[in-house]
């Protein structure tokens, strides 16, 4: 559990500043399940560069409360939860300031949103959190007000635990939360969890990922370890102290974050992903005779394919579904052998490129088009998709025919600066598997949003 908070200053020296806002909300990871907002008596004058920065003044303060009376409403929001903040140092400094002035001894870890976004979002030509907000398309209002930046903190907090691909964030989270450090009951943790979309986590009371899974009932499917009676669910059962989630919305998010954190991470219990998820790919080659060919075959590292099948049938399935829709040639895509004319030719259902009675130029057109729709080689491309919001979508990145990487934008929010993009885009590696996974989900979803960019 997570407290954003943000603090506005009468500003002065050092140690001598008073609060004269504060906003905290307390963050789950994925919603606030709490707030406190209010303006505080600093019962000091206000600095007039700080008066005119934030739009406080002295008035605006006569009635607000002192420090002293909210100072436990702070102390219970903030109990047990990790202190995150844009520059933590200064506000946990002022906190521990003001309570230190009323003898209290006020202590919690912390997390600042400035370092992390260095480490995470690299290259940014400001870190401060209007322009770092800006650059990031995350929206923001009642700048240099606590709430206003306070919210904008959340927003920011939770796009960088998305780019957390290592997950080093939730697992020392994990490992400081106290709660976590007793072996719970199963009943309570599978409780917490949603019955949504997305990719669990499990870990040992140390905050170690032992199992990563993916799941359309993320609480469903939790539930089945936990009742599970075979021996790797046994063993699971038997060190597990904590499951976390990240919602997807998306399914081929959840897929694809699910095969990059396994491969990342190595988890005990995951042997299965960590290995190609497909068998068989399409190729294609042109005959002496100037015809496309297509066949299925094992898929090989070292060779180009136009796209992957978990195993052969699947291939040919795709393959007799291409040979009707595009009205495909059934000796030339490999379904039939023969040194003739196709039996599709008997039944006036092929055009007769098996026997050179159809131009390859005709038939070419046709194959080419479904190569096209699905291969991304050399394109430049967004897939849009669920979100974890009802107002707010997935988009996964293409770029040049190379997958980059995924990320979750507003409604209100345009997708149409390319900089923009990439930069809420949380990098996935571009393996084979990844391809695999985008491919496949395009063919079973054929009525997904597609974006062809410039």
Excluded: W
């Excluded at 907002?37 to 004058?45: A, F, G, K």
């Excluded at 844009?86 to 370092?115: M, P, Q, S, W």
């Excluded at 904008?152 to 635990?161: E, R």
């Amino acid at each position: 559990m997570y407290t954003i908070v943000d603090i506005e200053t009468t500003g002065g020296k050092y140690n001598e500043e008073g609060i004269t806002e504060i906003a905290i909300y307390k963050f789950d990871g994925h919603k606030v399940v709490d707030q406190f907002i209010s303006l505080i008596n600093p019962e000091r004058e206000i600095q007039p560069f700080v008066v005119n920065l934030t739009g406080i003044n002295s008035n605006m303060l006569k009635n607000a409360p002192k420090f002293y009376e909210v100072a436990k409403r702070i102390v219970e929001i903030t109990e047990n939860t990790i202190l995150v903040a844009h520059n933590a140092k200064f506000d946990y400094r002022i906190l521990r300031t003001e309570f230190k002035r009323l003898g209290f001894d006020y202590e919690r870890e912390t997390l600042c949103t400035v370092e992390l976004s260095k480490d995470l979002i690299p290259d940014q030509k400001s870190y401060s959190l209007g322009k770092l907000v800006r650059a990031l398309g995350i929206p923001v209002s009642d700048r240099h007000r606590a709430a206003g930046d306070a919210k904008a903190t959340v927003k920011l907090f939770q796009l960088l635990l998305d780019k957390d691909t290592n997950k080093n964030i939730i697992q020392e989270s994990v490992r400081k939360e106290p709660k976590f450090q007793m072996e719970p009951r199963l009943i309570d943790i599978v409780q917490d969890l949603p019955s949504e979309t997305g990719v669990y986590y499990i870990h040992k009371s140390d905050g170690e990922i032992i199992y990563i899974g993916k799941s359309k009932n993320i609480k469903n499917r939790v539930n089945q370890h936990f009742t599970g009676t075979n021996p790797k669910s046994k063993k699971i059962q038997s060190l597990v102290a904590a499951v976390t989630f990240e919602k997807t919305g998306s399914e081929l998010v959840a897929l694809l974050k699910e095969s990059e954190e396994i491969k990342k991470t190595k988890p005990a219990f995951n042997r299965a992903l960590r290995r190609n998820i497909f068998t068989h790919a399409l190729y294609s080659f042109t005959d002496h005779k100037g015809y496309i060919n297509l066949t299925i075959d094992k898929a090989y590292k070292d060779k180009a394919n136009i796209t992957t099948f978990s195993n052969r049938q699947s291939g040919k399935h795709f393959l007799e579904k291409a040979i009707e829709d595009y009205n495909l040639c059934q000796k030339l895509t490999g379904i039939y052998k023969t040194n003739t004319s196709c039996f599709n030719y008997e039944l006036k259902k092929c055009e007769g490129a098996c026997i050179q009675q159809e131009s390859a130029e005709d038939y070419n057109n046709r194959v080419n088009q479904l190569l096209k729709k699905h291969s991304y080689d050399q394109q430049n491309m967004v897939i849009i998709d669920r979100g974890r919001d009802v107002d707010e979508r997935s988009a996964i990145l293409i770029k040049n025919g190379i997958f980059k990487g995924f990320g979750f934008y507003s409604l209100n929010y345009q997708i149409n600066n390319l900089d923009i993009l990439e930069s809420i885009i949380t990098p996935m590696e571009n393996n084979r598997d990844q391809q695999h996974i985008i491919q496949s989900y395009l063919r079973r979803n054929k009525r997904l949003k597609i974006i062809q960019l410039p």
